[in-house]
């Protein structure tokens, strides 16, 4: 599970980002923003360089002004992938620690914990590398809605166990999940009555766009904020 693409314009990581606060939360390090008596809540599962990337906090943060109770667990454990082209840095070891099974048993976990506070209606994003741990969990109706942002590699099967209404936004310019693959899940999803669903493909991106722009490029920024805005006109009408 990697691309190029995927370790493109890294953030800077800043553990004092945003304007939430880290707590421990079913059973992990997490950023929390917004009202802790809210009813309503959203988990943001993050790409592989974690929690503590600002453009990340700042959606978060950004939800959080509309009601909901935003969480953006660190799923791994302190160790997000920081400098790909460090000589030191093994892929494949960093994959087998921080795999997506275990990230959708830490996201049941953070699930479980949002339920022990009496949240009636939970949705969840998830960004590349948190986009194939929400396929996982669109599998149960745990969740009421999921976003899907420039998936990794998801497959048919991950698609047809899909129960619960969920939107896929892609980029033109993705090699792991191209416009023509996910409009052949969007197919698939549309054929089945029970939820909701929608992809959409942005114009002139690329994967990780979402997270990843160029806050000095006005057209990076515009489609990124358009991409946060549907991810949270998704959450309006889903998770109430």
């Not at 460090?86 to 959708?104: A, I, R």
């Not at 949705?123 to 990794?152: E, I, Q, Y």
């Not at 698939?188 to 992809?199: G, P, T």
């Not at 490029?217 to 006109?233: G, P, R, T």
Request: proline fraction near 4%.
């Amino acid at each position: 599970m990697s691309c190029s693409q995927c370790f493109e314009n890294p953030p800077n990581l800043s553990s004092t980002c945003g304007v939430g606060t880290v707590q421990d939360f079913g059973g992990l390090q997490t950023y929390i923003t917004g009202s802790l008596d809210s009813k309503l809540a959203i988990i943001l599962l993050s790409d592989i360089f974690g929690y503590e990337a600002p453009n990340l906090r700042k959606v978060a943060d950004k939800y959080a002004e509309s009601g909901f109770l935003v969480v953006v667990p660190d799923f791994f454990y302190g160790e997000p992938v920081i400098d790909f082209n460090d000589p030191n840095f093994d892929l494949q070891s960093w994959l087998e620690v921080h795999s997506t099974d275990k990230g959708y048993e830490d996201a049941k976990a953070v699930i479980a914990a949002l339920k022990s506070k009496e949240v009636s209606a939970i949705g969840a994003g998830g960004f590349c590398w948190g986009g194939m741990v929400l396929m996982k969990l669109a599998s149960s109706t745990d969740l009421h809605a999921a976003v899907v942002l420039h998936p990794g590699s998801i497959t048919e099967d991950e698609v047809d166990d899909v129960k619960i209404h969920i939107a896929i936004l892609g980029a033109e310019f993705d090699q792991w999940s191209p416009p023509e693959k996910l409009k052949q899940f969007g197919e698939k999803l549309s054929a089945k009555s029970e939820f909701d669903s929608y992809v959409k493909i942005f114009p002139g991106v690329a994967h990780g766009w979402t997270v990843k722009y160029n806050a000095d490029d006005e057209s990076a920024v515009k489609s990124a904020e358009e991409s946060h805005l549907d991810m949270l006109n998704w959450f309006t009408k889903y998770v109430k």
